[in-house]
């Protein structure tokens, strides 16, 4: 009989936790469907993605491929963006540009954030001299303009696509940690972390098993928000000259070499900067959707 009972118990509780998941996702499918602004971005970004990975299949020319008797080309059928100062198909090089531009949107996001996260986490979590010399160094980073930071990393390491990821990743952190170091100061103190603490867990098991995933609802919408910036800012970066180099595609690096054709060939230089509109857009939608389903206050 003990052993019927301990089976009933385990099994209503795992029912019971699968019930709760169940639950939960349903309820966050029918408010994220709700908002179509934020499914749009969604289905707007897994195009793009689909479009970055599969680029060799998508793109009808091959990027760097120049044909001088082709320049400045106008939009047309064979040519739907047309073609540059080379010759070179526009909407091909938009396709590949694509894999740069969400490949500096998501790598130095992630980087970032982790750092943020942890130093975040830390520093609310422990208070005291911790958290003021962490604050402090968050408050410093914070206090610097973001793009200048980023270029004097980019103009001391040299323009590599590696030293993008390390300067967005320097200047990316601090404002995740200030997040994470707020929602762990209000969660320290909650009952679960309290007992948690009384039957002897770690400081550290507490973080990892408690205080983190409790936080990942505020991190995903943070991610989604802070992608657009890292593409922004290598955008910039390319801009300026001190990011991607010829004869990758990066979209900011489009710009840049179509803006002095700009009256002659807009569309060389207009393209890609409404594709790095569209894109942004999406993850802002995205985000936004996100913040709307996923914090509590929002609901109503």
């Known amino acids: 009989m003990k052993i019927s009972k301990n089976i009933f118990v385990n099994n209503g509780i795992e029912a019971s936790d699968k019930m709760v998941t169940n639950t939960f996702w349903s309820d966050f499918k029918h408010s994220f469907f709700k908002n179509r602004v934020a499914v749009v971005g969604a289905v707007v970004i897994l195009v793009i993605i689909f479009m970055a990975v599969f680029a060799p299949l998508v793109s009808p020319h091959a990027p760097n491929k120049t044909h001088l008797q082709l320049q400045f080309e106008k939009p047309s059928l064979k040519y739907i963006i047309g073609c540059d100062f080379y010759g070179r198909d526009v909407f091909s090089r938009l396709i590949y540009g694509s894999r740069i531009s969400l490949l500096i ?10 750092i943020g996260t942890i130093i975040g986490i830390i520093s609310g979590y422990y208070g005291g001299k911790v958290d003021f010399i962490l604050s402090a160094v968050s408050d410093m980073v914070l206090s610097f303009p973001s793009l200048l930071l980023a270029m004097v990393v980019m103009y001391t390491l040299g323009a590599t696509l590696i030293n993008i990821f390390i300067a967005l990743s320097v200047i990316g952190w601090a404002g995740t940690a200030r997040v994470v170091r707020s929602q762990t100061m209000s969660l320290k103190n909650r009952e679960f972390v309290e007992a948690s603490r009384a039957i002897g867990v770690k400081n550290s098991v507490i973080m990892l098993r408690h205080i ?9 919408v943070l991610f989604t928000l802070n992608i657009p910036s890292s593409i922004l800012s290598e955008a910039s970066l390319s801009f300026l000259g001190i990011g991607a180099q010829p004869p990758a595609s ?3 690096l489009m710009v840049s070499e179509g803006k002095e054709y700009l009256f002659n060939a807009p569309w060389v230089a207009i393209a890609p900067g409404i594709a790095i509109l569209i894109i942004v857009l999406a993850f802002n939608f995205l985000g936004d959707g996100l913040r709307d389903v996923l914090d509590p206050y929002l609901k109503q």
């Open 212 to 220: 983190f995933p409790n936080c990942i609802p505020q991190l995903l």
């Open 250 to 252: 990066s979209w900011g």
């Open 105 to 114: 949107g998501l790598v130095p996001t992630l980087i970032s954030m982790t």
